[in-house]
Antibody, heavy 119, light 108 residues
Framework: QLLESGGGLVQPGGSLRLSCAASGFTFSNYAMSWVRQAPGKGLKWVSG????????YYADSVKGRFTISRDNSKNTLYLEMNSLRAEDTALYYCAKDSRPYGSSYLDYWGQGSLVTVSA | SYVVSQPPSVSVAPGQTARITCGGN??????VHWYQQHPGQAPLLVIFDDSDRPSGIPERFSGSSSGNTATLTISRVEAGDEADYFCQVWDSSSEQQVFGGGTKLTVL
């Protein structure tokens, strides 16, 4: 199970941190990803992190503004979002990768956490 | 970065076969994965590594990939198959996951 939290309403230029609590599998053995979906739009991959946290990956649209991290002792994935823009408004899904390195399919998804960026 | 394209919509009558395509440069040489998403729900993996099915996914769902096109095929389409479908690949050059724009399957 993947349970996201931390979403909400934030002003443009503001910051927010999303969390994803994982259970039911060995969290430290798998890469994880964040995927977002703007209202009425398709899926957009945001960021990924390897099993150990050594390798991180970002979409061009969030590079330099968002930071992905994980705490394997707490079975929790994070997404620190800074300099938020209106176009970052979306439902943010946490998803488990099927392999350790973050380059494969996403076999389990959370229900999402809504982030709204508006003045 | 790598780009994959899907038709915005596909329509099919119940009992018929739906084919949803995912186009990309030499996509036949990389693994393609497919997700189903019903309104208000999280995506569900239906095909991975071009043609493998996760446990619990009906055999009516199948996949193939060759050349510049990957295809998700849904046989004997049912009303419950009406959903959005997304293809996904890993772009090794940019080290990014890439999703297609999605295809809305309508069951007539």
């Amino acid at each position: 199970q993947l349970l996201e939290s931390g979403g909400g309403l934030v002003q443009p230029g503001g910051s927010l941190r999303l969390s994803c609590a994982a259970s039911g599998f060995t969290f430290s053995n798998y890469a994880m990803s964040w995927v977002r979906q703007a209202p009425g739009k398709g899926l957009k991959w945001v960021s990924g992190i390897s099993d150990s946290g050594e390798r991180t990956y970002y979409a061009d649209s969030v590079k330099g503004r968002f930071t992905i991290s994980r705490d394997n002792s707490k079975n929790t994935l994070y997404l620190e979002m800074n300099s938020l823009r209106a176009e970052d408004t979306a439902l943010y899904y946490c998803a488990k990768d099927s392999r350790p390195y973050g380059s494969s399919y996403l076999d389990y998804w959370g229900q999402g956490s809504l982030v709204t960026v508006s003045a | 970065s790598y780009v994959v394209s899907q038709p915005p919509s596909v329509s099919v009558a119940p009992g018929q076969t739906a084919r949803i395509t995912c186009g990309g440069n030499n996509i036949g040489f990389i693994s393609v994965h497919w997700y189903q998403q019903h309104p208000g729900q999280a995506p569900l993996l239906v095909i991975f590594d071009d043609s493998d099915r996760p446990s619990g996914i009906p055999e009516r769902f199948s996949g193939s990939s060759s050349g510049n096109t990957a295809t998700l095929t849904i046989s004997r389409v049912e009303a419950g198959d009406e959903a959005d479908y997304f293809c996904q690949v890993w772009d090794s050059s940019s080290e990014q996951q890439v999703f297609g724009g999605g295809t809305k399957l309508t069951v007539l």
